[in-house]
């Protein structure tokens, strides 16, 4: 089992910066690799990031490439996603994942956080 817990939402301004982060805690971290997604009000959760198990390769949704970048410390079983150049459409519950494959997916994640909200003012 994964236990997922995201923290650094909030409400900032278009234009501005964000940094989520994503604690894993579980015995079955050692071939797990890691997503974010989000879901704004009235739409379907979407993927935006993932990472592989070793951080060797990365992927984003089209959206936010060049903007976002997701990031991993697997000393502290940590997952990142920093967020730049912010935008209204950005707003959303942002959500971690974790499946149980190293390589990375925008598929098949088994474990999933609370979810955090960022809400970008425009």
């Known amino acids: 089992q994964v236990h997922l817990v995201e923290s650094g939402g909030g409400l900032v301004q278009a234009g501005d910066s964000l940094r989520l982060s994503c604690a894993a805690f579980?015995?079955?971290?050692?071939?797990?690799?890691m997503g974010w997604f989000r879901q704004a009000p009235g739409k379907e959760r979407e993927f935006v990031a993932a990472?592989?198990?070793?951080?060797?390769?990365?992927s984003y949704a089209d959206s936010v490439k060049g903007r976002f970048t997701i990031s991993a410390d697997n000393t502290k079983n940590t997952v990142f996603l920093q967020m730049n150049s912010l935008k209204a459409e950005d707003t959303a519950v942002y959500y971690c994942?974790?499946?149980?494959?190293?390589?990375?997916?925008?598929?098949?994640?088994?474990?999933w956080g609370q979810g955090t909200q960022v809400t970008v003012s425009s």
């Open positions: 990472i592989s198990r070793f951080g060797d390769s990365t």
């Open positions: 994942a974790a499946r149980g494959q190293a390589t990375l997916s925008r598929l098949d994640y088994q474990y």
């Open positions: 579980g015995r079955s971290l050692s071939s797990a690799s």
